[in-house]
């Protein structure tokens, strides 16, 4: 269920640490068939445009129910583990389901969670994201790269990248020949934990092949935002034990009716250039 003191040292060193096998073949079919037939998952799903000519399709939501998708947000081998990672009780800041469809998915450029998260009004970064595979991500159809020990250098400043924030290019460009890129591959049901300011982005899927993802993020409970946005302050999480998930209703609860609206992103439109 926990850590051990080489994955908490490699995450510090890193930025990052890969869980593979965090959920069973089971619990992803599970969850992929909820998204499937979910039709207010369809209906609050926006674009984002990437830069590149192609876009990003995603839904968010804020608090979790207690349907799949936030049941898993709530495990205790999630939740237990992003507490480690942030040293202190968390709870849950946002999740978003990641539409990579076959050879339309669009990118994500270079940029870091705290790039956004600091024009929400929180004052450090002690976050921490989850990213589950729900299909293989292969450099075919664009997993995750990332810059290992990026999260080290700080806060990198951000400028919108079609309908996106990313980092400045010239500093990731200097950033990239120090450090390096690395290519995160995963199979379905391996979970990426990772750092607010590591620096991350994704290709297009060229592909034949889907890549959906769902990504949770956890903020510590003492990191309150200091100012109102789109995003939860503080919120009780209630973790649950591990065979929930298997348990779970495959139909959206009211209680995680908290969609993001893009209109009301000010994270991403303050960050223009």
Known sequence: MHLSQ????????????????????????????????DKELKRHA???????????????????????YGVLSRTARVVERAEQLVAGEVYH???????????????????????YWYENGLLAPDLVSMFVALDPATRDNGCLQVIPASHRLGRVDHQLTGEQAGADPDRVAHIQRRLGVEHVELAAGDALFFHPNLLHRSDQNRSAKRRWALICCYNHRDNEPVI???????????????????EASQQRTGAQASWLDPDHDHSARRNKS
Do not use: M
Request: aromatic share 10%; glycine share 12%.
């Open 93 to 115: 800041y946002h999740s978003k389901l990641i539409l990579k469809d076959p050879e339309v998915g669009g990118a994500w450029a270079w940029h870091q969670d705290y790039g």
């Open 6 to 37: 080489a994955d908490l040292s490699g995450y510090r060193a890193r930025g990052y640490h890969v869980a593979r096998g965090l959920f069973s073949a089971p619990e992803i079919a599970r969850v992929l068939a909820a998204a499937a037939r």
């Open 46 to 68: 926006f674009d984002r445009a990437d830069g590149e000519g192609g876009r990003v399709r995603l839904s968010l939501w804020n608090h979790p129910g207690d349907d799949v």
């Open 228 to 246: 109102d946005h789109h995003h939860p302050g503080y919120t009780k999480l209630h973790k649950l034990p591990d065979r929930a998930l298997l």
